[in-house]
């Protein structure tokens, strides 16, 4: 049983897909800070590319997209990719080798199969490919037999899907419908295509669910045969996210039920052989992802936990965020300004912060909390965060053993409210984030 704690619980923290998190970037950072990271970019790098536009918008969705439903709008913003592409492939030294090649939007499938291709073409001309892993995520609601050939041809080998729930009152009451058979349907398509490692994302704390439809969303996705599976609790935050005002706030579960989904999905696949990932993750036991959490090898970066080892990802496409090891920087949001900017051959960068030696340290720390759920801390950083520290503890939830953090078992829902112990930018900043849980 993980023991409820409500007040611990209570202020919304970040997900630390990144530290410092991009709630920090300011407007200090430009393209000469970006080319300057860029050319002394060698080894390891993953690729990151944005799509920002779905077919039909979801109310619940914090992403940064739109509605493909203007071709000439997005054949712009592909014109513009792709010199993006160009420009940045020309910048990287010879000794960068590109071994992963992640898409994520909105929809990568919301554009035409034959416009991923051309896609793909141009990261090969343009960067210094060294046989990349691809992944991509995907609509079910949009994707059909082309699709998934296109997606066989290229060589993707890992895919997730933006599932959600199975259940018909919760998909009505967040504005994203798709049968079952449909579900069934794009996964058996996606294996046809040669994907060995399938992701479903699903969701709880949605409106008018309870622990019922939450188990047989689970069930469906094991018999289903996702590799991996993602759990997020639903981020209810309408003063950010003006398309959530369509979701009845009245129909969300409270907090102690939200805690107590959150348990019985992790017991629950657990229990169906999944491999816990960090807090929100699991994995089958012979996925890359569920051995390189027992190797104690697991990375978070934008995208979550991820067994990507590359100290470099970067990223291309409006809002795309690349991180460097001194350097995170972001594009340009707005895809009209994005396009202004690629259109006069510079670099579309908005904002982002230089990492300091210091961001660096704690920034280890938090990660190493999150991936492994222990973390060796100095002196300076136990002194400081020992009285905070002691709640937890003396909660059974952590434990300080010869100068190392441990996050107990029982632990694990609070392991962000712990790691926020070591971010000072939260003790500076009242911006909201989400539920902690």
């Given at each position: 049983?993980?023991?409820?704690?409500?007040?611990?619980?209570?202020?919304?923290?970040?997900?630390?897909?990144?530290?410092?998190?991009?709630?920090?970037?300011?407007?200090?950072?430009?393209?000469?800070?970006?080319?300057?990271?860029?050319?002394?970019?060698?080894?390891?790098?993953?690729?990151?590319?944005?799509?920002p536009?779905?077919?039909?918008?979801?109310?619940?969705?914090?992403?940064?997209?739109?509605?493909?439903?203007?071709?000439?709008?997005l054949a712009?913003?592909?014109?513009?990719?792709?010199?993006e592409?160009?420009?940045?492939?020309?910048?990287?030294?010879?000794?960068?080798?590109?071994?992963?090649?992640?898409?994520?939007?909105?929809?990568?499938?919301?554009?035409q199969?034959?416009?991923?291709?051309?896609?793909?073409?141009?990261?090969?001309?343009?960067?210094?490919?060294?046989?990349?892993?691809?992944?991509?995520?995907?609509?079910?609601?949009?994707?059909?037999?082309?699709?998934?050939?296109?997606?066989?041809?290229?060589?993707?080998?890992?895919?997730?899907?933006?599932?959600?729930?199975?259940?018909?009152a919760?998909?009505?009451?967040?504005?994203?419908?798709?049968?079952?058979?449909?579900?069934?349907?794009?996964?058996?398509?996606?294996?046809?295509?040669?994907?060995?490692?399938?992701n479903?994302?699903?969701?709880?704390?949605?409106?008018?669910?309870?622990?019922?439809?939450?188990?047989?969303?689970?069930?469906?996705?094991?018999?289903?045969?996702?590799?991996?599976?993602?759990?997020?609790?639903?981020?209810?935050?309408?003063?950010?996210?003006?398309?959530?005002?369509?979701?009845?706030?009245?129909?969300?579960?409270?907090?102690?039920?939200?805690?107590?989904?959150?348990?019985?999905?992790?017991?629950?696949?657990?229990?169906?052989?999944?491999?816990?990932?960090?807090?929100?993750?699991?994995?089958?036991?012979?996925?890359?992802l569920?051995?390189?959490?027992?190797?104690?090898?697991l990375?978070?970066?934008?995208?979550?936990?991820?067994?990507?080892?590359?100290?470099?990802?970067?990223?291309?496409?409006?809002?795309?965020?690349?991180?460097?090891?001194?350097?995170?920087?972001?594009?340009?949001?707005?895809?009209?300004?994005?396009?202004?900017?690629?259109?006069?051959?510079?670099?579309?960068?908005?904002?982002?912060?230089?990492?300091?030696?210091?961001?660096?340290?704690?920034?280890?720390?938090?990660?190493?909390?999150?991936?492994?759920?222990?973390?060796?801390?100095?002196?300076?950083?136990?002194?400081?965060?020992?009285?905070?520290?002691?709640?937890?503890?003396?909660?059974?939830?952590?434990?300080?053993?010869?100068?190392?953090?441990?996050?107990?078992?029982?632990?694990?829902?609070?392991?962000?409210?712990?790691a926020?112990?070591?971010?000072?930018?939260?003790?500076?900043?009242?911006?909201?984030?989400?539920?902690?849980?």
């Amino acid at each position: 049983m993980w023991p409820y704690h409500p007040d611990l619980l209570s202020t919304p923290v970040p997900r630390y897909t990144s530290y410092p998190t991009a709630a920090e970037f300011g407007t200090g950072i430009d393209e000469v800070d970006l080319e300057a990271a860029l050319v002394t970019a060698t080894g390891d790098v993953s690729l990151y590319l944005h799509v920002p536009f779905c077919e039909a918008i979801c109310w619940y969705c914090g992403c940064n997209t739109g509605r493909a439903n203007k071709r000439q709008r997005l054949a712009s913003y592909l014109d513009a990719l792709h010199r993006e592409i160009a420009l940045v492939g020309s910048r990287l030294p010879p000794g960068a080798r590109v071994r992963r090649i992640a898409f994520g939007g909105g929809s990568p499938n919301a554009i035409q199969p034959t416009d991923f291709v051309r896609l793909i073409l141009a990261l090969t001309q343009a960067f210094p490919l060294a046989d990349p892993e691809i992944s991509v995520e995907l609509d079910p609601r949009t994707l059909d037999r082309d699709w998934t050939q296109v997606l066989g041809r290229v060589g993707v080998t890992r895919a997730s899907l933006g599932v959600q729930t199975f259940d018909a009152a919760a998909q009505v009451a967040i504005g994203r419908i798709q049968p079952t058979h449909l579900i069934e349907r794009c996964t058996a398509l996606l294996r046809e295509a040669g994907v060995t490692s399938l992701n479903y994302d699903l969701m709880y704390g949605l409106p008018g669910q309870d622990r019922d439809a939450l188990k047989a969303s689970l069930a469906l996705t094991h018999m289903l045969g996702a590799d991996r599976v993602a759990l997020f609790g639903y981020a209810h935050v309408p003063h950010l996210i003006p398309r959530q005002q369509k979701i009845d706030a009245a129909a969300l579960p409270g907090q102690a039920e939200r805690f107590a989904m959150a348990e019985f999905g992790h017991d629950w696949l657990a229990g169906a052989g999944y491999v816990p990932v960090g807090f929100d993750h699991f994995a089958r036991p012979e996925d890359p992802l569920a051995r390189a959490a027992r190797a104690g090898h697991l990375r978070r970066n934008f995208q979550g936990f991820t067994d990507d080892q590359a100290p470099i990802l970067i990223g291309l496409g409006a809002s795309a965020i690349s991180a460097f090891p001194g350097l995170l920087v972001q594009n340009q949001k707005n895809a009209g300004r994005y396009r202004m900017l690629l259109s006069q051959d510079r670099l579309p960068v908005e904002r982002g912060l230089r990492r300091s030696d210091e961001d660096r340290r704690r920034g280890a720390v938090i990660a190493a909390l999150l991936c492994q759920g222990r973390a060796r801390l100095d002196a300076q950083l136990l002194h400081e965060s020992e009285r905070d520290l002691d709640r937890f503890v003396r909660a059974g939830l952590a434990a300080i053993r010869d100068g190392e953090l441990v996050i107990a078992p029982a632990g694990l829902p609070y392991a962000r409210t712990i790691a926020a112990l070591f971010d000072p930018y939260r003790r500076q900043d009242a911006r909201r984030f989400s539920s902690a849980v």
